[in-house]
């Protein structure tokens, strides 16, 4: 209410239209939090209205962008992919390559929900291209990490374990713990998969340990005490005095 009061207020005194159009993203941001994204949605539209009526291409991308991810969030991909190509197109016209490599990422994701794995593999793949030309090691291990996921959901496992291994070295370079947590947790999931139980037993119990130290719980550090548990069990009755008999 505030932000929209506000809003009314500069659009009476004719203040600048870049104001007004951030006043609008404003109200996107707080109705995006509050999980309303047609709101969100809707206000995002206004500010890239007006960036579009003023001949503003970063706020034009920044909307844009914007839009993207909600839509991606209304499980709107195909609207989702378009949002986020304007975006990119606009980064690379002004040389803003980071702000290009971050669409690249949101394009793969986008391709993921689809179930598009070639093209999320390419988008990523040039998102890795552009953060390694820009020296953003973070942006690197990112990439690593979602190519290693990409090719894991392929079946190519070879090629996903190695690429693990690549993020989770880069993130232990930069001192970063939680993906370092990440990372030992998706070389564990993938050794339990190829049936390499210590390997897999090895890897995520250091996932858990850390994520532990870090007071993280989220979607990663569920998935490694459920495949963890299941691990343990499988041992358990494997060795159990029943078992052994047979």
Known sequence: AAFQASLSLYQRHQVHPAEVATQFDNIGNVQLYRGQLDSALAAY????DIYIQHNHPRGRAVQASKMGQVLSKLDRFDEA???HRDALALYREFDLYMEGGAELDFIGRVYIEQKRMHEALEAFQDALHVFTQA???QGEAA???NIGNTYFERGELDKALKTFGDALHVFKLLGHRGG???SLGNIGLLYRRLGAEAEALDHLSQARDLYLTLGVQGP???AVERALAELVDRRVNRES???KKR
């Open 180 to 182: 370092e947590a990440q």
């Open 220 to 222: 990663g550090s569920r």
């Open 135 to 137: 020296g953003s090691r």
């Open 143 to 145: 990439q690593l990490d």
């Open 241 to 243: 005095p029943e078992n």
């Open 45 to 48: 539209r206004q500010a890239l």
């Open 81 to 83: 992919l378009q949002a």
